[in-house]
Structures are given as structure tokens and as C-alpha cells.
């Protein structure tokens, strides 16, 4: 089926350091995801993004997150500053449509983020 | 608010055997609540098992079956018998809303042995 790849599948920075974390989502589709997981809790949703914008954030999606799909290319989630609380694992995803909330969302594996 | 609830995990059993999983939902802000399964085998991103998206009806896949129970306010999934390569974590999630924001629940490890 349609694939959703994250690069890189593990990162490792130091507190206070920019990060990017990016998104090949599946080719055809329009609106993408990223959602957070911190071990042993449940999957958040952070944001979502439609036409160069975002449609629809949560309380987690901090000032210090962004997100862009410059030129069609990899949907990103940058943090910076990253913080300690930021460890966890960014999953993206991506829907061909927004038909009311039953659109299938394709995931891709996750990148775990550990900030030190 | 809006959330869900299942099976805590790990869930183990044994080739062949019946299995169930619960899940429960609440949702407060949304007025058409859809239902789904994911599944995340070993190494894989999550992947929709099936969604049902409108109250009584049942949605099925790969043996599993899952039932939208507006009363009950539940979406439990089962299956007749189990196969080992069934192992993997199962996600109950509610959608919904228009910007197709989805709520997971903690997810249930299902363990299958041999």
C-alpha cells in the first residue's frame, strides 16, 4: 500500500539545539499530520497542514515548533529550541482528502526523538 | 472531552484462540463520531485494520470485526481465531472532526503464541 517514510528513524541532539525532523508523505496526497507520542502515553495529535498551511494545531504544538512543505517536497516539523520534554516519537501522516473526519490517515514508522 | 479507552496490553494468546480487545469512546465535540482500528506490526507505521463510520453498522478485515455501538458507546474488535502473525500493537481511534484530527487510545500489544 501507500508509504509514508521518515527520515531519520532516531535523532539525538543536546538541549537547546534546532532540529528537523522530515516527511516523504505518499505522493498524490494533500493534507499531512505530525503526531507525538512520549513513551508509555498515548499517540497526540500536533498539527495538520493544507495548502502551504496549518489548518488546525493542539495545546502541544508549542511557539518553538514550525512546520512547511516547501515546493512540494518533504512535509518537516522543526523544533527550535528543542527541550528535554520534546523526547518522544514524531509520527507523520498523510490523507488524500478531509471528507469529515473518516479519511484514511497513512503513517509513516515514526522518528524517535531524544533530546539530552 | 474527547478520548478513547481499550484493552490494557499485553494481551496474550494462544494460536487459534478467540480474541477480544475493548474499546470505548467518549466524544463531546464531535457531532458524527467515526471509529477506527490501526495496527503497528514490528518495525511498521501504524495502518488502518478498518474503520466504520457510521453507528450500527460492522466493519471487518483480515478476520477482524469490529462493531459501532452508539448506546454503548463502544467499538471492541475481535476475531474468531487468532494467527501468530497477527502480534502486533492495536490502536482504537475516534475521528470526526473536519480537519480529520484523530484521538488514540493507548494502544493494546497483542501477543500470539505459537
Known amino acids: 500500500g501507500p508509504k509514508v517514510l521518515q527520515i531519520p528513524s532516531h535523532q539525538i541532539i543536546d538541549m537547546g539545539q534546532m532540529v528537523t525532523l522530515n516527511c516523504d508523505p505518499v505522493?498524490?496526497?494533500?493534507?499531512f499530520y505530525w503526531y507525538k507520542q512520549i513513551l508509555g502515553q498515548q499517540m497526540e495529535f500536533l498539527v495538520n497542514f493544507y495548502n502551504g498551511k496549518v489548518m488546525e494545531k493542539s495545546k502541544l504544538f508549542k511557539d518553538q515548533f514550525s512546520v512547511e512543505r516547501p515546493d512540494g517536497s518533504y512535509f518537516t516539523l522543526k523544533i527550535q529550541p528543542t527541550a528535554l520534554e520534546d523526547s518522544a516519537v514524531y509520527f507523520c501522516?498523510?490523507?488524500?482528502?478531509?471528507?469529515?473526519?473518516?479519511?484514511?490517515?497513512?503513517f509513516g514508522s515514526g522518528t524517535r526523538l531524544t533530546v539530552l | 472531552g474527547d478520548s478513547v479507552t481499550q484493552t490494557e496490553g499485553p494481551v496474550t494468546v494462544s494460536e487459534s484462540e478467540s480474541l477480544i480487545i475493548n474499546c470505548t469512546y467518549s466524544?463531546?465535540?464531535?457531532?458524527?463520531?467515526?471509529l477506527f482500528w490501526y495496527v503497528r506490526y514490528p518495525g511498521e507505521g501504524l495502518q488502518l485494520l478498518l474503520k466504520?463510520?457510521?453507528?450500527?453498522q460492522k466493519g471487518s478485515s483480515r478476520g477482524f470485526e469490529a462493531t459501532y455501538n452508539k448506546e454503548t458507546t463502544s467499538f471492541h474488535l475481535q476475531k474468531a481465531s487468532v494467527q501468530e502473525s497477527d502480534s502486533a500493537v492495536y490502536y482504537c481511534?475516534?475521528?470526526?472532526?473536519?480537519?480529520?484530527?484523530?484521538?488514540f487510545g493507548d494502544g493494546t500489544q497483542l501477543v500470539v503464541k505459537p
Open positions: 481511534a475516534l475521528g470526526g472532526s473536519s480537519n480529520n484530527r484523530i484521538f
Open positions: 501522516a498523510s490523507s488524500l482528502a478531509r471528507t469529515g473526519g473518516a479519511e484514511t490517515l497513512y
Open positions: 466524544a463531546t465535540s464531535i457531532a458524527y463520531p467515526n
Open positions: 466504520v463510520i457510521t453507528a450500527g
Open positions: 505522493s498524490n496526497h494533500l493534507y
